[in-house]
């Protein structure tokens, strides 16, 4: 498998619950990002990701929680969600930090009831 | 902060016209600028990179010029076909290290 992977591709939670978007990424880059993306608005930069150190957190609120285990995959943990959090969220991975180039995933569809 | 603005915010042309993309930002100190297409409830696919150092790149049908002391950038599509169908994001690196993104121009092609 080839690029950068996200699992779920769609996703209904409610407000209580607890839940985890995964992405992998093959392509042997260091460097991975959380995005979100909500209808009419620019994409936001969430979270980034150089050589499994976190280097940037966009004020982010608590609620959602990245986890890098290794330069190949990113977790995003969620919980106690508001409607409002219900977007499409993308990751993406360069070959170190931002100046590189970037290739996203087709994301998650996020639906917060 | 950095302000990515795209005009038209839709756009609409025959089959085999060429169009032009524009993309302009707020602030010229870019490290570099990158276009991307977006299909519907797809991730994005990156077409062309362009570094602050350079005035343009190409890749087949595209052309992506970058004009940083007037903050502006466009993508030329030559010969368009309706597979090229899709919005188009610019995406700038600022200070920060943080990219900011446009909120694209939505192209249909007709054939």
Same mark, same amino acid.
């Given at each position: 498998e080839t690029g950068?992977? $996200?699992?779920?591709?769609?996703?209904?939670?409610?407000?209580?619950?607890?839940?985890? &978007?995964?992405?992998?990424?093959?392509?042997?880059?260091n460097?991975?990002y959380?995005?979100k993306?909500?209808a009419k608005?620019?994409?936001e &930069?969430?979270f980034?990701?150089?050589?499994?150190?976190?280097?940037?957190?966009?004020s982010?609120?608590?609620r959602f929680s990245?986890?890098?285990?290794?330069?190949?995959?990113?977790?995003?943990?969620l919980?106690t969600l508001?409607?409002?959090d219900?977007?499409?969220y993308l990751c993406?991975s360069?070959?170190?930090?931002?100046?590189y180039?970037?290739?996203?995933?087709?994301?998650?569809?996020?639906?917060?009831t | 902060?950095?302000?990515?603005?795209q #005009?038209?915010?839709?756009?609409?042309?025959?089959?085999?016209?060429? &169009?032009v993309?524009?993309?302009s930002?707020?602030?010229?100190?870019?490290?570099n600028?990158?276009?991307f297409?977006q299909d519907?409830?797809?991730?994005?696919?990156s &077409?062309?990179? #362009?570094q602050s150092?350079q005035?343009?790149q190409?890749?087949?049908?595209?052309?992506?010029s970058?004009?940083?002391?007037?903050?502006r950038s466009?993508?030329?599509?030559?010969?368009? $076909?309706p597979?090229?169908s899709?919005?188009y994001?610019?995406?700038?690196?600022?200070?920060?290290n943080?990219?900011?993104f446009g909120?694209?121009?939505s192209?249909t092609?007709?054939p």
């Amino acid at each position: 498998e080839t690029g950068v992977t $996200q699992t779920p591709r769609h996703l209904v939670m409610g407000m209580t619950n607890k839940k985890s &978007l995964k992405c992998e990424q093959h392509l042997g880059h260091n460097a991975m990002y959380w995005y979100k993306q909500s209808a009419k608005k620019p994409l936001e &930069l969430m979270f980034v990701y150089n050589f499994k150190e976190q280097t940037e957190n966009n004020s982010v609120p608590s609620r959602f929680s990245p986890e890098c285990p290794n330069s190949s995959h990113l977790f995003l943990h969620l919980h106690t969600l508001q409607p409002e959090d219900s977007a499409l969220y993308l990751c993406a991975s360069s070959l170190s930090d931002s100046s590189y180039e970037q290739y996203f995933g087709p994301g998650t569809r996020l639906t917060v009831t | 902060k950095q302000e990515v603005t795209q #005009i038209p915010a839709a756009l609409s042309v025959p089959e085999g016209e060429n &169009l032009v993309l524009n993309c302009s930002f707020t602030d010229s100190a870019i490290y570099n600028l990158q276009w991307f297409r977006q299909d519907p409830g797809k991730g994005l696919t990156s &077409l062309l990179l #362009i570094q602050s150092s350079q005035r343009e790149q190409t890749s087949g049908r595209l052309n992506a010029s970058l004009d940083k002391s007037s903050g502006r950038s466009t993508l030329y599509i030559a010969a368009s $076909q309706p597979g090229d169908s899709a919005t188009y994001l610019c995406a700038v690196l600022s200070g920060g290290n943080q990219f900011y993104f446009g909120t694209g121009t939505s192209l249909t092609v007709i054939p």
